[in-house]
């Protein structure tokens, strides 16, 4: 069964790093794009982050020069540095095939910046 498995959310303060990963299991399929979404509450969620098979990497405005996204095979990390208190939401990690149409989840991981 195909599934995405966090880690690496938690407490820090503004201005510190964090560093998630997500690794993805029981593919039989090849992962087009893996990325990083986040949603606070009472906001929609927002792509913060994404990666193509070629490598090409893509950012949310809020987040450039202080985050960046990477992959190895099938997993996908996000190091962020320079957290601010908006940064605050929890992140879950999407992966899909877009030929197969197959897009999936993972369960999301806390991420708290106190200032």
């Known amino acids: 069964q195909a599934q995405l498995m966090e880690s690496g959310g938690g407490l820090v303060q503004a201005g510190g790093s964090l560093r998630l990963s997500c690794a993805a299991s029981?593919?039989?399929?090849?992962?087009?794009?893996m990325g990083w979404y986040r949603q606070a509450p009472g906001k929609q969620r927002e792509l913060v982050a994404g990666?193509?098979?070629?490598?090409t990497t893509s950012y949310a405005d809020s987040v450039k020069g202080r985050f960046i996204i990477s992959r190895v095979k099938n997993t996908v990390y996000l190091q962020m540095n320079s957290l601010k208190p908006e940064d605050t939401a929890v992140y879950s990690c999407?992966?899909?095939?877009?030929?197969?149409?197959?897009?999936?989840w993972g369960q999301g991981t806390q991420v708290t910046v106190s200032s």
């Open positions: 029981g593919i039989t399929f090849s992962i087009n794009f």
């Open positions: 999407n992966a899909q095939n877009y030929g197969m149409g197959i897009t999936f």
């Open positions: 990666i193509g098979s070629s490598g």
